[in-house]
């Protein structure tokens, strides 16, 4: 399945670059992940210092390197701060299989902004690193995740009950999957 070249993919929208996520990010990374409402449905605390936002980073090149996954950063065309990311990650060859997860600075939520770049990412999965079947695992409350899922004709398989353990407590998750029959080759259909 892995056609992950050596060389980071660049992706572009009409309104977004998906790039390469660099030190110099950090303190972009840190201001959305530091806030609470971001983290509510993120599967983690808040980050307290802009050095967890440096180890995070450290973390996202070795998922490249190690070929497991991508994480691109969500930037505004013309802006090169980072306002979000967009990952596979718990990519299986073998089966053909990535997840998919994503996350958006609040203060730009609402503006299609994360489902013009999680479409530019699927579509990058299918056509060049040979992925059959993408999933999302999402928390019950997460509507707008559900809601932006679905949009891009993923369908909820079920939940996988206590699936994670956060925060003293075991969550739910409901999943959901994409598998490129069902993605249109028209993109005007999503």
Known sequence: MNNQSDTFPILETNRVILRRIEKDDAPDIFKYL????VM?????KPFQTVDEAIKAISRYESLFHEKRGIRWGITLKGDHQVIGSCVFYNM?????????GFVLSKDFWGQGIAQEAVKAVIKYGFEHLNINRIEAVIEPPNI?????????????????RSY??????????YMYSLLKSDFPSDESKI
């Open 34 to 37: 530091s806030d609470d409402e």
């Open 40 to 44: 509510k449905h993120y599967g983690t």
């Open 92 to 100: 299986v060859s073998e089966h053909f299989r990535a997840d998919i």
């Open 144 to 160: 707008a995740s559900q809601k932006l899922v679905e949009k891009l004709g993923f369908l909820k398989e079920g939940l996988l």
């Open 164 to 173: 994670e353990y956060f925060d003293g407590k075991f969550d739910d998750l």
